[in-house]
């Protein structure tokens, strides 16, 4: 399915693209701007950012990486060019209810936060240890079969511009953990707040994932708020993967 429809424009709410349903869901917890860092079927994915354009009040920036960055090295590439305050950050890949709004921005003495939830599985998650009571992680053991259930990263991530100054600053690290685990988890540099996730989340890998996405977890008639285009090279494929999954 993936070999002419990248992940983020996957059917999901019964036949929305995955990236249109995240558009919305950030503009509704008020983010103004929203970079999309695009490279797999690129034209695929812009095709479907200019459809959105007019439908959206939030502006939408795309960044193609012809040489993938990595997402440390695709956050750099904002923070350093684009200089905002602070950054939300988010894989593109997940399905999930959660109000974004609760992540915004990472609370005072917490230059960096990290959205978790609750996983029965640690091989395909980063899992974190966390002390409730300083709601701070002080533990991440990525992609460890015998970390056993628990609250995993929800790949959602925020910073303040303390924190990303520092990321401009970093060289020799390409992905968002490799920064946070020696940086927020084995020492006191940047610490790392929690934020619970308790609407669960799907990560869409698979195609019995794909289809579990497609019960609806918000109350947006998304049919009606992103109406299916009918220009673009990649409608065709995108309707033919939407019947497959949702008939």
């Given at each position: 399915?993936?070999?002419?429809?990248?992940?983020?424009l996957?059917p999901?709410?019964?036949?929305?693209?995955?990236?249109?349903f995240w558009?919305?869901?950030l503009?509704?917890?008020?983010?103004?701007?929203?970079?999309i860092?695009?490279?797999?079927?690129a034209?695929c994915?812009?095709?479907?950012?200019?459809?959105?354009?007019?439908?959206?009040s939030?502006?939408?920036?795309?960044?193609?990486?012809?040489?993938?960055?990595?997402?440390?090295?695709?956050?750099?590439?904002?923070?350093?060019n684009?200089?905002?305050?602070?950054?939300?950050?988010?894989h593109?890949?997940?399905?999930?209810?959660f109000?974004?709004?609760?992540?915004?921005?990472?609370?005072?003495?917490?230059?960096?936060?990290?959205?978790?939830?609750?996983?029965?599985?640690?091989?395909s998650?980063?899992?974190?240890?966390?002390?409730s009571?300083?709601?701070?992680?002080?533990?991440?053991?990525?992609?460890?079969?015998?970390?056993?259930?628990?609250?995993?990263?929800?790949?959602?991530?925020?910073f303040?511009?303390v924190?990303?100054d520092?990321i401009?600053?970093?060289?020799?690290?390409?992905?968002?953990?490799?920064?946070?685990?020696?940086?927020?988890i084995?020492?006191?540099?940047?610490s790392?707040?929690?934020?619970?996730?308790?609407?669960?989340?799907?990560?869409?890998?698979?195609i019995?994932?794909?289809?579990a996405?497609q019960?609806?977890?918000?109350?947006?008639?998304?049919?009606?708020?992103?109406?299916?285009?009918?220009?673009?090279?990649w409608?065709?494929?995108?309707?033919?993967?939407?019947?497959?999954?949702?008939?």
């Amino acid at each position: 399915m993936t070999d002419s429809l990248p992940k983020c424009l996957m059917p999901v709410a019964g036949g929305v693209p995955l990236l249109g349903f995240w558009v919305n869901r950030l503009e509704a917890a008020g983010v103004e701007r929203i970079f999309i860092n695009t490279h797999y079927l690129a034209d695929c994915v812009e095709s479907y950012v200019e459809h959105l354009r007019p439908l959206v009040s939030v502006e939408l920036v795309v960044t193609r990486e012809t040489s993938l960055l990595g997402s440390l090295g695709t956050l750099r590439h904002i923070a350093a060019n684009f200089e905002p305050a602070g950054a939300l950050v988010m894989h593109c890949d997940n399905y999930t209810g959660f109000n974004l709004s609760q992540a915004l921005a990472p609370p005072p003495g917490y230059p960096v936060s990290v959205v978790c939830f609750h996983s029965e599985v640690s091989d395909s998650v980063g899992r974190l240890e966390i002390d409730s009571s300083a709601n701070q992680i002080t533990g991440w053991m990525e992609k460890d079969p015998s970390a056993g259930p628990g609250w995993a990263s929800n790949a959602i991530y925020s910073f303040d511009r303390v924190a990303l100054d520092d990321i401009v600053g970093t060289q020799g690290a390409d992905l968002i953990s490799e920064w946070m685990i020696p940086n927020c988890i084995q020492s006191e540099r940047f610490s790392a707040n929690v934020v619970y996730n308790t609407c669960g989340n799907i990560d869409i890998g698979t195609i019995e994932a794909l289809r579990a996405a497609q019960t609806p977890v918000c109350d947006t008639d998304y049919q009606s708020y992103f109406p299916q285009p009918d220009l673009g090279s990649w409608v065709e494929s995108f309707s033919e993967v939407s019947c497959e999954v949702c008939p």
